[in-house]
């Protein structure tokens, strides 16, 4: 009993969080949340929703404004796998008669019968099963389902086939019906630890406004104070009621104005989107498709002179900059580059690692323990020309970077190889202050070894976003460099391909 009654708390404590870090947006004036509700909305689809701006409304796989989107929350102790079948199962979601499918096309018959304008969302910490067909029909991005691949013409025997027979028996409709019901369907895995979400909410509530919980306490209010709202029969909030049930519960942090948080996105975490906690976002994310640029010449020709004149209205008006990165290693660079040491701006990043924090170049006193630099300078051939270095602070990327030499730059003549004292990871870089005296300590290597004649960069970088940004700072210094972007997802070959040089 005492095992059941953790878990339920813990299932309880999921569904809290999930609702504040929505609901923390109504405190932002410019965020695009216009409404949240707890325990409310349609059957089976009702733990959280989420009511957004129509103009400002985040889009859906083809372009039209998602205006509501409702969260089912599943969280079990241990890890699982699920599958397309589980979807029609009524005891996989611990129900007598009605499945998780069957509950999500009654939603959407009444409230996106045109399969538009709506979304219903289960969040679950267990996974689609690696060898599951469903897996091959998830858009990693959006979470949604793949619609020209799940109903691409072909016949029930074929592995679509099977997926949609299934569904559409089991709902006893049509493939067009259950077309309009897949247009609405999100399934997303949140893995992130209790105490993680914990961590979020706390950076969250820092930039909104609301007070922070030390972590050495070990309630966390907000996680009860959901619950209280739900059985006060306070169901759903606007900005005027949400900040008045704030106050009233002595939430609100001094006046409770946000902080000013500036995102740069090329790609785009499902469960937490920058709008929902920056107060400006620059989306490039049309530009890609899933991490792959859809035109090479972007880079230069567009993302760069977006970013740049992003960076530089954010800089007119804040002498202190926090920005969150969640881009590529070219844009984070970049982003340096423009904000460099001379831009007399102090700039902090929020940094993805092991758990989310807030980088600044003075975060923590300096410690001879940190991992430093292990330097290999490796000559290629005896041309003099330019110099390639390949940084692995979270992953070893010198193999890869090798083979790109040998098959495309022939005109570099050495290679410095830079890794950590420690092994490459998450954790090899501890800091902001650490982050920034690495950043610091590759830059005089570099200039140390190019003083004489400054041959042309080629730059290699598998490390945090922190990192790479405040390298980035240092670019004036290095004179000419090109940046490189792994292909991960395979779609123009695998390896590496040129993003930027710069300076532009």
């Avoid at 679950?124 to 979470?143: A, C, M, V």
């Avoid at 982003?335 to 758990?355: D, F």
Wanted: charged share 25%.
């Amino acid at each position: 009993m005492t095992q059941a009654v953790a878990v339920r708390r813990d299932g309880d404590s999921f569904q809290a969080r999930i609702f504040w870090r929505k609901a923390a947006c109504l405190l932002d004036p410019k965020s695009p949340v216009m409404q949240v509700g707890f325990e409310s909305g349609p059957k089976g689809f009702d733990d959280v929703w989420v009511a957004y701006v129509p103009d400002r409304a985040p889009n859906d796989h083809e372009g039209k404004p998602v205006l509501r989107e409702h969260i089912q929350c599943k969280w079990h102790v241990s890890v699982n796998d699920f599958g397309y079948a589980d979807l029609v199962d009524p005891e996989w979601i611990n129900a007598n008669r009605f499945s998780l499918l069957q509950r999500a096309r009654a939603a959407q018959v009444a409230h996106a019968r045109d399969g538009i304008g709506a979304r219903f969302k289960l969040l679950t910490n267990w996974r689609i099963g690696q060898t599951d067909p469903l897996r091959g029909y998830i858009n990693q991005k959006s979470k949604t389902l793949r619609l020209k691949d799940l109903f691409d013409g072909s016949t029930d025997r074929s592995m679509a086939g099977k997926v949609r027979k299934l569904w559409r028996e089991h709902l006893d409709i049509d493939d067009q019906e259950l077309m309009l019901l897949a247009r609405t369907l999100s399934l997303d895995t949140d893995s992130t630890s209790l105490e993680d979400h914990r961590d979020n909410l706390d950076l969250l509530f820092e930039n909104r406004g609301l007070r922070r919980v030390p972590v050495n306490e070990s309630s966390f209010v907000y996680d009860d104070v959901a619950f209280q709202w739900l059985a006060q029969g306070r169901l759903d909030f606007n900005r005027q009621t949400f900040r008045e049930a704030c106050k009233r519960e002595g939430l609100l942090d001094g006046d409770g104005r946000a902080h000013v948080v500036f995102g740069v996105k090329s790609f785009e975490h499902p469960f937490d989107r920058l709008e929902d906690r920056c107060t400006v976002v620059l989306d490039l994310i049309p530009h890609f498709d899933e991490r792959a640029i859809r035109d090479q010449a972007d880079w230069t020709a567009t993302l760069y002179p977006k970013l740049k004149r992003f960076l530089q209205a954010a800089a007119t008006d804040q002498q202190h900059l926090r920005l969150i990165l969640d881009a590529h290693i070219t844009l984070a660079f970049a982003a340096g580059s423009v904000l460099n040491i001379k831009s007399g701006r102090n700039v902090e990043i929020e940094q993805r690692t092991v758990h989310r924090n807030v980088w600044h170049s003075s975060d923590m006193p300096r410690d001879p323990s940190w991992p430093g630099w292990t330097f290999d300078l490796e000559t290629l051939n005896e041309s003099g020309g330019d110099i390639a270095v390949a940084v692995g602070l979270t992953h070893d990327v010198v193999p890869a970077v090798k083979a790109h030499i040998a098959a495309s730059l022939p005109q570099v003549s050495s290679l410095l190889v830079a890794r950590p004292t420690c092994d490459a990871g998450a954790r090899s870089v501890v800091c902001g202050r650490h982050a920034f005296d690495l950043a610091e300590g590759l830059a005089l290597q570099i200039n140390q070894r190019c003083h004489v004649d400054r041959p042309a960069l080629h730059l290699f970088i598998a490390a945090p976003n922190a990192f790479t940004f405040f390298f980035g700072q240092r670019q004036p210094s290095l004179g000419k460099t090109t940046l490189y972007e792994y292909d991960f997802e395979g779609a123009n070959g695998a390896g590496y391909r040129p993003s930027i040089s710069l300076p532009i």
